[in-house]
């Protein structure tokens, strides 16, 4: 197969009848790593979910078992690293993808199978919440071949894991299994491979039933309270508080209580 065909599906979108959706990295013949045409696609297949009225959470996963090894040193990092605006343009680029899904309206779920390191570790790390299979293997691993991670290590991962064990990943470009990651907090659950799509099913079954409109709601005050001092975040949370508890969803869900009925909720 040429590599020009090797290039075309490199991103794939499907949406389940519950409202998940799955955006799946289709270059298994280099483990899934990120070529130019992977991450304008991919850019592309997030603002499609964020913007499709049937999707309720959103899936990350690899084809054939393995998430992402990263970028393709061939066809991304060795012709950047000759022309630092080139280098600086395709920090920015990947850097605006992950950051539109970690504030993607919807919850976002990294499915991770095999190899997730350097960028696939950064767009893990850019998801709300992510599950391993336990043959899963996980770290920065920039620093294994002199590079630096531009799309989330330092600003995401010291909060999600802290100080110490982030630079014990960064420094050392460990690799983690999935059973590790859990216990590192970088992993919500781990399972066996055969029992990895259940797994996803469940995990998602509690985040697709809440109101739309709620979930982006929470989800803006935890991300922007990473940041804020204490009395920001109380002006806030304050004031999340009294624009969710005035939506219509809201209203419905409280009706819902008192009805002894399932909510009905219409996103707003």
Known sequence: ????????????????????ATIWLNRPHVRNCVSPQLLKDLEAAVDRAAEDNRVLAVVFRGRENTFCAGADLGQLVGPVLQETSTSLQL?????????KIFNMKKPTIAAVDGYAVAGGFELMISCDFALATE????????????????????????RMIGMRKSKELMLTGKLLTGKECVEWG??????????????????????????????????????RGLDADTNSLITLETMTCNVVHHSEDAKEGVRAFLEKR??????K
């Open 1 to 20: 197969m040429s590599e020009v065909n090797q290039e075309k599906d490199v991103i794939q979108y499907e949406v389940a009848d519950n409202g998940i």
């Open 91 to 99: 920090a920015i680029d990947s850097a605006r993808t992950y950051d």
């Open 135 to 158: 043959e899963a293997k996980v770290g920065d691993f920039h620093i294994r071949r002199a590079l630096f991670g531009g799309a989330g290590p330092i600003y995401r991962l010291p």
């Open 186 to 223: 970088l992993m919500s659950a781990c399972a066996p491979r055969a029992e990895f799509d259940q797994l996803i099913q469940d995990f998602c079954a509690p985040l697709i039933d809440k109101s739309p409109f709620c979930m982006w709601m929470t989800k803006m005050a935890v991300n």
């Open 262 to 267: 399932q909510p009905k909720w219409i996103g």
